[in-house]
């Protein structure tokens, strides 16, 4: 372990000791108000498996692939058609022409018409964590811990690369092309920019620390956040 890792470390202890004091019974401790969690991640960057391990260790829900299904029942749809809108987002004509020869086809519209409703109905049963999909720009700031994962391109390509089995070039294009389409998303919904750190509470990077320490600083800062009352 890095002296880096090994501060972070310790601030989560330091943090945890803090929670247990604030929070001695286990009644407290349910009755305590945890924000939801956001996660955005740049691709690469191993941001869903930060969210998994926060969640795991904090005994939330984790909310990735979930989150596909829900938005699946609720158009009535394949889940493989949410996919492939979050993969491959169609705009203008591509749109007209899918509604046409598709026998499922969901248009970006009513894809964000039912994330809505299913992102809000997570974060009102609390206890989550939300893998993307804009989260933190859909629930109020004062509901939610968001994070954002980063890491340096290099060691993105390297971690897709691995991850696919695929030359670097192919990790290269992947990533690419899979951030465009995300900034694209949040910049056409929202109208946001989903690089922008005011957007977010906290901004890891994965090519700095590990993803065990980049959970353990997560949830170090949430339970700070807690126990300080500053939500």
């Known amino acids: ?8 470390s310790q601030f989560v202890k330091d943090q945890v000791k803090k929670w247990e004091s604030a929070y001695a019974s286990d009644e407290k401790k349910k009755e305590a ?6 996660v955005a991640m740049l691709p690469g960057s191993g941001g869903s498996r930060v969210a998994q391990l926060v969640a795991k260790r904090l005994g939330f829900d984790w909310y990735h692939q979930d989150v596909v299904e829900e938005i699946a029942k609720s158009a009535k749809i394949r889940s493989a058609v949410v996919n492939t809108l979050e993969k491959e987002r169609r705009t203008g004509v591509k749109d007209f022409i899918s ?7 969901i ?25 993307g999909r804009g989260a933190n720009f859909i629930l109020p700031p004062n509901d939610i811990f968001a994070v954002r994962v980063i890491a340096p391109l290099e060691v993105r390509i390297k971690n897709v690369a691995m991850a696919y089995r ?21 910049r ?16 890891i990077n994965t090519g700095k620390v590990s993803i065990e ?4 600083a997560v ?11 500053n939500r």
Do not use: C, W
């Open 213 to 216: 320490a980049a959970a353990e």
């Open 107 to 131: 248009h970006p519209d009513t894809y964000l018409k039912h994330l809505l409703p299913v992102v809000n109905t997570i974060a009102k049963h609390g206890r989550a964590v939300i893998v």
């Open 33 to 38: 108000h945890l924000p939801v969690i956001t």
């Open 1 to 8: 372990m890095t002296k880096q890792n090994l501060s972070v």
């Open 166 to 186: 695929v030359p670097s070039e192919e990790a290269k294009k992947r990533i690419i092309h899979r951030e465009s389409r995300r900034k694209a998303f949040v």
């Open 188 to 203: 056409q919904s929202f109208h946001a920019d989903i690089s922008d750190p005011n957007n977010y509470d906290m901004t």
């Open 219 to 229: 949830i170090g800062a949430v339970l700070r956040m807690v126990v300080d009352g």
């Open 99 to 105: 509604s046409l020869i598709e026998d499922q086809y």
